[in-house]
């Protein structure tokens, strides 16, 4: 090989077996240096055939070309990949095929290292690549409700005790108790009634009452608290009270959020 063929081969060893190597993602470069490799272990070759050294004689050469290899300083090439691997004066390169192995043993771990990353890579963003989807309506909070009890709820209506808190909020009785409608379950649960519509304590002791208003409940969920959402326009609009109605005329729903001992009301106008 002449002088030039011998630097090419020395910066492309330098790019897969330096400590900046990046000959991985590079598959022109890695199959010149595999080119170049060959015409060196065919000439290296053709020189063994005609002196026909001893066997031991070229494991040594093998051991202290490896042992080059690891001891090869660092300097600086007007390169853009960054410092190269040069061979040191009098030194000798890697000779016979152990050595023509150990190289591309070397190349194709690189490869395969490059491999692996890129299958991690790919299998992460499967795995955490999703469309997310907004848990908040980002409508404004129009009031914070606290206990006021100025509607008198029967002891034992949907579990109410002698502690549930009871909220009061334009025609609508809210209050928590142990359970909710239609068997929904949970601690707590958040119910609401239309307050002109609530059976007496008479009624509610003797088992024989009448209820003829709106009704909602939520209980809440582990982290989830106890939500109730009220529609305010539309054909499921007619069914809340008239006073809800006034008080929200261009109002689309209404959002009730159980807090401890308060209620968060949330209003959607459409805006």
């Not at 300083?73 to 410092?83: F, K, N, T, W, Y």
């Not at 009031?143 to 209506?157: C, D, N």
């Not at 209404?254 to 106008?269: A, E, Y």
Request: net charge negative; with cysteine; proline share 8%.
């Amino acid at each position: 090989m002449d002088a030039a063929l011998d630097d090419e081969l020395r910066v492309l060893r330098a790019r897969a077996y330096g400590p900046a190597a990046d000959i991985a993602g590079d598959p022109a470069a890695a199959m010149r240096l595999r080119e170049l490799e060959d015409l060196r272990a065919q000439a290296q070759s053709a020189v063994q055939i005609e002196t026909a050294p001893p066997p031991l004689a070229e494991e040594a050469s093998d051991a202290a070309a490896e042992a080059a290899i690891a001891t090869v300083p660092v300097v600086d090439a007007p390169l853009a990949h960054g410092p190269v691997l040069v061979e040191q004066e009098g030194e000798h390169p890697i000779t016979g095929s152990r050595s023509f192995l150990l190289r591309h043993r070397r190349v194709l771990w690189l490869c395969s290292v490059a491999a692996s990353a890129a299958a991690a890579a790919a299998i992460t963003y499967a795995a955490v690549s999703f469309s997310p989807v907004t848990v908040s309506s980002n409508a404004p909070q129009i009031a914070t409700l606290t206990p006021s009890p100025l509607s008198e709820i029967p002891i034992g209506f949907f579990g109410l005790t002698e502690d549930s808190p009871v909220w009061d909020f334009h025609g609508l009785t809210f209050f928590v108790g142990a359970s909710g409608l239609n068997g929904a379950v949970g601690d707590p649960c958040l119910n609401v009634f239309e307050t002109d519509q609530l059976p007496t304590a008479e009624e509610v002791s003797s088992g024989s009452y009448g209820y003829g208003g709106i009704s909602f409940s939520a209980c809440q969920a582990g982290a989830f608290p106890a939500t109730i959402e009220m529609p305010l326009d539309g054909p499921a609009g007619d069914i809340v009270p008239s006073s809800l109605r006034t008080r929200f005329p261009e109002g689309k729903a209404l959002q009730f959020v159980l807090d401890g001992d308060r209620i968060g009301v949330f209003l959607d106008s459409g805006d």
